[in-house]
């Protein structure tokens, strides 16, 4: 009894489950089959690939073209995540400016809760990083992304989260070392 090849390729597998058992064994049918089925694939792996672009969420390379196409300077340096995250706030940005659109687009950025408050006495509006420690560290873009959306009159207001004195006094030492240094309040004397 001859003993069945293996097939590394995928479809090749699925392929050879369509012709009559005895090409199982024959070693020029496997290898064809494999060769064939490692093609498809690639062919498979490539076209995920190109519909991963088509969304900013799971876009890497295909990040320029969304840049480009919106008018954001290309920045080859920056982490794929905060390129992202500023193509997001640009099409979000799109349209009336409200309080839930700059929520949504500062929201883009830091990845947590913002909360927008509007002070229109003031012509001002506040921007509240609820989930997030100290400063985010998207913060020069969003700052030009919210500069851009918003109307000309309107003065902004950034609140940070930090680590109070009373929150640190309970922690051992590990979990004060797993802080980030701007994670804490900064100091700032009092004259």
Known sequence: ?????????EHGRKMMGYLPGFYATSRIMTSVMDAQGDELDKLGSALDDILAQYFVSTASWGLEIWERELGIPVDQE?????????VLSKIRGIGTVTVS?????AEAF?????EVTAQPEQYRFTVKFIDTLGVPANLGDLLAAIEEIKPAHLAVKYEYKYLLIDQVQ?????EVQSHRLSDFAPFIPVI
């Open 101 to 105: 659109l700059i929520k949504s687009v």
């Open 170 to 174: 309970g922690m051992t030492l590990n």
């Open 1 to 9: 009894m001859l003993a069945e090849l293996t097939l590394n390729s």
């Open 110 to 114: 830091d990845g947590g809760t913002v």
């Open 78 to 86: 920056k982490p794929v995540e905060q390129r992202r995250a500023v």
